[in-house]
Nanobody, 123 residues
Framework: QAQVVESGGGLVQAGESLKLTCTVSGFNFAVYTMGWFRQVPGKEREAVACITHENIKGSTDTVKDRFTISRDNARNTLYLEMNMLKPEDTATYYC?????????????????WGQGTQVTVSS
């Protein structure tokens, strides 16, 4: 059974950094394109970043240059390093394993979702 578990969320002040971690089990992490999404209540879930199994990174306009996605295939783990956080980055962040992803937008078909981790940025 596939499991996707995010951790690392919390409350920070604007300008600070936070690193999210996503650990997976039950499927072959090393062959999946993985990504991070975020969602605010009442709004659609939006793609933040994505990365192929060969470490090719996709791009979105959401958080240009402030967030960095990375992965460790040996540890079945995905990361999101978030720097210079802003209050508008406040959201629930979700880890996703794609069955198909468009690297130009990090949109596509997600096969597995995590439960999410809350990130709150105070001003």
């Amino acid at each position: 059974q596939a499991q996707v578990v995010e951790s690392g969320g919390g409350l920070v002040q604007a300008g600070e950094s936070l690193k999210l971690t996503c650990t997976v089990s039950g499927f072959n992490f090393a062959v999946y394109t993985m990504g991070w999404f975020r969602q605010v209540p009442g709004k659609e879930r939006e793609a933040v970043a994505c990365i192929t199994h060969e470490n090719i990174k996709g791009s979105t306009d959401t958080v240009k240059d402030r967030f960095t996605i990375s992965r460790d295939n040996a540890r079945n783990t995905l990361y999101l390093e978030m720097n210079m956080l802003k209050p508008e980055d406040t959201a629930t962040y979700y880890c996703a394993a794609y069955s198909y992803a468009n690297l130009g937008s990090c949109l596509g078909r997600v096969q597995f979702w995590g439960q999410g981790t809350q990130v709150t940025v105070s001003s």
